[in-house]
């Protein structure tokens, strides 16, 4: 995915004074394996620390983060603060059982990095970190604003991944029952449904912690 996408919505910023925020939209739908990882007490976290510990305690979160993403194919989105929000391209495909099981193998990843990520905390005499990761499937529209040169996106799968993060165990990962339903019969996960967790809609939107068999 590429600036191109949007080029026939790009913003015309001639009379736009540059404290203004404009935003384009492609008009384009996709459908996306979207994810996110999330700190966990961040905000108790932070006020422990003085500024340069809180920038190389984020830093290391969100780099080691990154990194494992980029081995299994995933783009970043966007950073908000202490999470990432990210995409897998190949899940969009024509072959898009690959960016599923990219997307599973990147949650179960992240999950599995915790010890040394902890270590790398430790070995700068910060204070150990502990995570939550989400993820979902569905349909988003691309967008991109005046001042940047990134793409974003919204849909459904954006904003699931958001609420049912607070599903997840700590250091551990769920997916959203629309993701649930494209890879359910892969023979290498277990999918365990997490019981008693609403967010408040009339109809309950299921969730499930994954990990290997």
Aim: hydrophobic share 35%; aromatic share 12%; with cysteine.
């Amino acid at each position: 995915m590429n600036n191109s996408e949007i080029s026939s919505k790009t913003i015309n910023t001639a009379n736009i004074s540059a404290s203004d925020y404009m935003v384009a939209f492609s008009g384009n739908t996709e459908h996306y394996c979207v994810g996110l990882v999330d700190i966990v007490n961040s905000t108790k976290i932070s006020a422990s620390l003085g500024n340069g510990n809180i920038s190389q305690y984020y830093e290391i979160f969100l780099n080691s983060m990154s990194k494992i993403l980029s081995r299994f194919g995933g783009f970043v989105i966007k950073n908000v603060g202490d999470c990432l929000v990210y995409y897998f391209p190949e899940s969009s495909k024509s072959n898009r059982k690959f960016g599923f099981m990219s997307c599973l193998e990147c949650s179960i990843a992240m999950t599995e990095y915790h010890d040394a990520i902890c270590k790398k905390m430790y070995d700068k005499q910060l204070p150990p970190i502990d995570y939550r990761i989400s993820a979902d499937y569905g349909s988003v529209v691309l967008m991109q604003s005046n001042n940047s040169s990134s793409i974003d996106m919204i849909g459904p799968p954006v904003n699931m991944c958001s609420k049912i993060n607070y599903a997840a165990a700590t250091n551990c990962a769920v997916i959203g029952g629309d993701l649930y339903s494209m890879v359910k019969k892969f023979d290498d996960y277990k999918f365990n449904e997490v019981k008693g967790f609403s967010l408040g809609f009339k109809h309950s939107y299921p969730v499930y912690e994954i990990c290997r068999k």
